[in-house]
């Protein structure tokens, strides 16, 4: 590959790159640190994000998770140029245009047209052109005559409106989103990731981050989860964000108090309690080898999965208005509380995104005086051509959010075949009435 072409291939690479901050314990601890002849240290050093190294392609869209605090937000201000790295090189290829909160890059007395202007400027756009883009980015913000009052009395929405239509229409190589969507309403973010895949198919390079995992596998070429400001994992959305859910499930769970990181330059190991009737089981893998993520309070309730159709013969091709049947074995362990323990079960596409779910506790089923029970589902899937994925579950519904005694992300695979159209991924029972008059 020739020198130019690898440049234009990348779009951003970071390189061990890492930031720091001084932490002080008060704001005048810092102005003795200043005015002190002595090389006495008044603060901490706090590390944001540590020696992180990746590359996005040009078109590739990235999505980027992780819990509150783990450095997404100082990472992506470093790429924008906001924060200059304390040891390590990123190198950006291309003009960026950033929604990394709102306010930034908006003068709060100026109103919405005079901040399309005063963006355009900052972006090094000449006022002729943002003239000619006027009118397309009032149409797209839909904020009606606001438009022309101050933006300082915009309610969250508008201003995320006015904000996001700005930052797409100055004809970014490189856009950052950093969960400022979430303030929109639902129409407003469908016209969003509309105008992120127009962005794609232009060949700009997009990085989002956000909380929904359904949005990363749907909407994402790679995902990056970062914790600590560490790498812990980057790839393919659905095996990353099985992942990252894992952790922060196990992470609310009182029973649970260790996790390893899987990452070979990360190896985080917390203490267990002491007490083994609160510690997790280990996994029995010879179960379910193929699953994407396999985890819970107390794996390995769950003795056998099948899916097979109504006969009770085990397949792994379905037509979509053949009857399908999943059979569900599992134990029920002394600390499990029956009144509240929920058998589940969830179709997902290769995109990782629900398309059926049944659960036995919303079906007013409960599991009394047994240790093992047998579960099966029966129904008629209606899915389109495709390749799809079991997830097995058993809940605890005492409380909301649910946790889980054990949950197997890819327990089974199939396919669903026909000759005949279905347009959608579900094709639903419907009654055509018709009449002539």
């Known amino acids: 590959m020739m020198e130019d072409e690898y440049k234009d291939e990348y779009k951003i690479e970071a390189c061990h790159v890492s930031k720091a901050f001084k932490m002080y314990d008060t704001p005048m601890d810092k102005l003795k640190e200043a005015l002190s002849l002595s090389d006495k240290d008044r603060h901490t050093v706090f590390y944001a994000v540590s020696d992180l190294s990746f590359r996005v392609k040009k078109g590739q869209i990235l999505g980027i998770m992780g819990r509150n605090g783990s450095g997404k937000s100082t990472l992506l201000k470093m790429i924008a140029g906001i924060y200059e790295p304390t040891s390590g090189t990123i190198k950006v290829s291309g003009r960026i245009s950033s929604l990394l909160e709102l306010g930034m890059g908006f003068n709060m007395e100026y109103t919405g047209i005079e901040n399309i202007f005063f963006y355009g400027t900052l972006m090094g756009i000449p006022k002729s052109r943002m003239e000619e883009k006027l009118q397309a980015v009032v149409d797209f913000a839909e904020i009606g005559d606001y438009v022309y009052q101050p933006v300082k009395t915009y309610s969250s929405g508008m201003f995320a409106r006015l904000a996001f239509s700005c930052a797409v229409h100055v004809e970014p190589d490189i856009l950052i989103v950093d969960e400022i969507l979430s303030v929109g309403d639902m129409r407003f973010q469908a016209k969003c990731f509309r105008k992120f895949k127009e962005f794609k198919e232009a060949g700009a390079t997009i990085l989002y981050v956000g909380h929904d995992v359904s949005v990363m596998r749907s909407f994402c070429d790679t995902a990056m989860w970062i914790d600590q400001g560490r790498l812990v994992d980057l790839g393919d959305p659905v095996f990353v964000s099985a992942e990252y859910t894992e952790y922060m499930h196990v ?108 659960t036995t506790f919303d079906e007013n089923i409960r599991f009394y005086g047994s240790k093992r029970w047998q579960v099966s589902f029966e129904f008629v899937p209606r899915l389109a051509n495709g390749d799809y994925y079991l997830v097995i579950a058993l809940e605890n519904r005492r409380e909301i959010p649910i946790t889980y005694y054990e949950y197997i992300e890819g327990a089974c695979y199939f396919k669903s075949y026909t000759l005949g159209n279905i347009f959608g991924i579900y094709d639903v029972d419907t009654v055509i009435k018709y009449k002539a008059d």
């Open 251 to 358: 992470e609310d769970f009182a029973e649970f108090t260790g996790y390893r990181l899987k990452n070979k330059e990360i190896q985080k190991t917390e203490k267990k309690k002491k007490d083994p009737k609160k510690q997790s089981s280990k996994i029995d893998g010879s179960r379910f080898p193929d699953s994407i993520a396999h985890w819970g309070m107390f794996p390995g309730l769950v003795q056998s999965v099948k899916m097979c159709d109504q006969k009770g013969d085990s397949k792994r091709v379905f037509s979509p208005d053949e009857t399908m049947r999943i059979e569900l074995d599992f134990l029920i362990g002394k600390e499990i509380d029956a009144q509240y323990l929920s058998a589940a079960f969830a179709v997902k596409n290769s995109e990782g995104i629900d398309l059926i779910v049944k």
